[in-house]
């Protein structure tokens, strides 16, 4: 059964503090998307990688957030240093460039920083 | 540029009644549309999707959405509420030609009265 699986499920951690965040795309998919879901945002791109090229950052927060795919099976996602603002449920998406632009979710990452 | 404005945030319904969820969107391009679903506490979970040829899409769990371009509609519905209906539901379009990026709308959330 082929899912998109993301860890840690969930983070609490001090303002100031690093937090990864880790997705596994499904075999085979070439395309990783990262989102931001909150109550006031609902749900925003933050980073869209292609054959694990970033192409667009456009939603994130540059000075404290980024994300890399360092191999096609792990992207990750990282922010420096956290801010209670930062909390929200972080989900990661697959899919294959060329297609209907299908997304496949993870589970996400519910963050909550103190 | 795509917009997507699902109408109403919540919608609630009695078990056995049509469920009926609103979504318009804006496109300067033929669009990929589709419908996702979202349980508590889990990432989105595709129901359906609209690409090309018929304008009449089945999808998961007894729902069907009707592309009407006349209309910039994509309005999905449900003959007959279920209990484990109740989540929230996301419309998202996509353009044909171009990035994958899906530009979802705020939610719906959709509660089943018994």
């Known amino acids: 059964d082929a899912r998109v699986t993301q860890t840690p499920r969930d983070k609490v951690t001090e303002m100031g503090q690093e937090v990864t965040m880790r997705c596994q795309p499904i075999?085979?998919?070439?395309?990783v998307f990262w989102y931001r879901q909150t109550m006031m945002q609902g749900l925003e791109l933050l980073a869209y990688f292609r054959n694990r090229a970033p192409l667009d950052d456009s939603g994130m927060p540059k000075d404290r957030f980024s994300a890399e795919m360092p191999d096609a099976t792990l992207a990750t996602l990282k922010i420096q240093p956290s801010e209670p603002r930062d909390s929200a449920v972080y989900f990661c998406?697959?899919?294959?460039?060329?297609?209907?632009?299908?997304?496949?979710f993870g589970p996400g990452t519910r963050l909550t920083v103190l | 540029a795509q917009s997507v404005t699902q109408l109403g945030s919540h919608v609630s319904v009695s078990e056995g009644a049509l469920v009926l969820l609103r979504c318009n969107y804006s496109s300067s391009v033929p669009p990929y549309l589709f419908w996702y679903v979202q349980y508590p506490n889990q990432g989105l979970q595709l129901l359906l999707k609209y690409t090309t040829g018929a304008t009449l899409v089945k999808g998961i769990n007894g729902f069907e959405a009707e592309f009407k371009k006349s209309e910039t509609s994509f309005h999905l519905t449900k003959p007959s509420a279920h209990m484990s209906d109740a989540a929230e539901y996301f419309c998202a379009v996509s353009a044909i030609q171009g990035a994958q990026k899906l530009v979802f709308g705020q939610g719906t959330r959709l509660t089943i009265n018994p």
């Open positions: 075999l085979g998919h070439n395309t």
């Open positions: 998406a697959s899919g294959l460039a060329g297609g209907p632009h299908e997304q496949f």
